[in-house]
């Protein structure tokens, strides 16, 4: 990106936009996957381990649920939610649960303060970003734990309330939705730039009646690319920070976007009728009739779904989309964005006390599952 760039769009700068018929026509390789029935038939095992990681660093099981586990995108770091008390020796969180940072490669448990959900952290552990209480409503914040400064992401003047944090890499952006201060104010998507210090609106309506809600953000490795959702119209949309560009990349209908790859190339995406995983450069489809997809890996070519059932755990696979393999992780069990990462890592969490051996505890823990 030039640094005589403008670090603020308003909206009227060029955007590129795809017809419905131009993407149609550009969809020409679909896959069919036929949801999880039909993909177990080609279900391969595969040689893993599994190791859980809500625990303390002395190995002290937790005595309350843990979930929502992420991973860094090189899979040395996980961090996770929970409600435990016996994680670390500090004073109780008030309120109740909060977020815990796992060294993977010691067993270190930090706790992370103040924080309340929604954690992602950099490859190299040192920044991390997650949901806190702000002056007045919650915010993303980012914490350096090198130097235990802590700062609030928000580009409103009336300290409005902020979310959906997307960090990159090296801990550089963070994409973000920024939340109107008024009812008549639309959510936009923005990256706020640590070096710099400045805030880029990504996508922001020209007034509050002609605007749409923007959220979701899903950021790429290098902080380049952002994946994002028009609330309003529930199409999936791309921007290129560089070109400056903007393309809409779904196929139609009610989408949700699940995650977008480490190198801005493949997208999941779940629907009303499933799940599919687009590659935006070459319009290749997979689909999953009837399933829930939970996270995609970095380079894109694993994604972790689970059965569309309403229950909130259910069988977990991962399938590697190239060759169409699957292997079942659990048989109830479930994953957030962000909870796959590189070298064949996931994390996942589950109620299931077989598991691991060992596990008394009665609540749900969460887990590290890599290839060995």
Request: proline share 6%; charged share 25%; net charge neutral.
């Amino acid at each position: 990106m030039a640094d005589s760039r403008q670090q603020r769009t308003t909206g009227t700068a060029p955007r590129s936009r795809i017809s419905r018929a131009a993407l149609t026509a550009a969809l020409t390789a679909v896959v069919t996957a036929g949801g999880p029935t039909a993909a177990h038939a080609g279900t391969a095992p595969a040689a893993h381990q599994v190791d859980r990681v809500s625990v303390a660093t002395d190995g002290t099981q937790a005595n309350d649920r843990s979930e929502r586990a992420v991973l860094s995108r090189n899979g040395a770091y996980t961090a996770f939610y929970s409600l435990a008390l016996n994680l670390t020796q500090d004073p109780p969180p008030h309120p109740p649960g909060t977020v815990y940072l796992r060294d993977n490669a010691t067993g270190e448990v930090e706790r992370i303060h103040g924080a309340l959900s929604d954690p992602s952290v950099s490859d190299d552990g040192r920044y991390v970003t997650h949901q806190a209480f702000g002056p007045r409503l919650p915010n993303v914040k980012l914490l350096d734990r090198e130097t235990g400064r802590t700062k609030l992401i928000t580009d409103s003047p009336f300290k409005a309330a902020s979310g959906d944090s997307s960090l990159s890499a090296d801990g550089r952006y963070v994409a973000f939705t920024q939340h109107g201060s008024h009812p008549s104010i639309p959510d936009r998507v923005e990256v706020y730039d640590r070096v710099t210090d400045t805030y880029e609106v990504i996508a922001e309506s020209p007034g509050p009646d002609a605007g749409p809600d923007l959220n979701q953000p899903s950021l790429s490795a290098d902080g380049r690319y952002v994946a994002y959702r028009n609330a309003r119209t529930q199409a999936i949309w791309l921007a290129d920070r560089a070109k400056d560009t903007r393309t809409q990349i779904d196929d139609g209908g009610s989408s949700r976007l699940v995650e977008l790859s480490g190198n801005g190339r493949v997208i999941a995406v779940n629907t009303v009728d499933g799940a599919y995983v687009r590659d935006i450069r070459t319009g290749v489809t997979t689909r999953f009739a009837g399933a829930r997809a939970d996270a995609l890996s970095p380079d894109g070519r694993h994604l972790l779904y689970r059965s569309g059932d309403a229950e909130p755990h259910s069988e977990l696979c991962l399938r590697h989309l190239p060759s169409g393999k699957e292997t079942v992780v659990q048989r109830h069990a479930r994953a957030v964005p962000g909870a796959v990462a590189d070298r064949g890592r996931i994390v996942f969490d589950s109620p299931d006390a077989d598991v691991v051996p060992g596990d008394t505890n009665g609540t749900a823990d969460v887990y590290l599952w890599k290839r060995r």
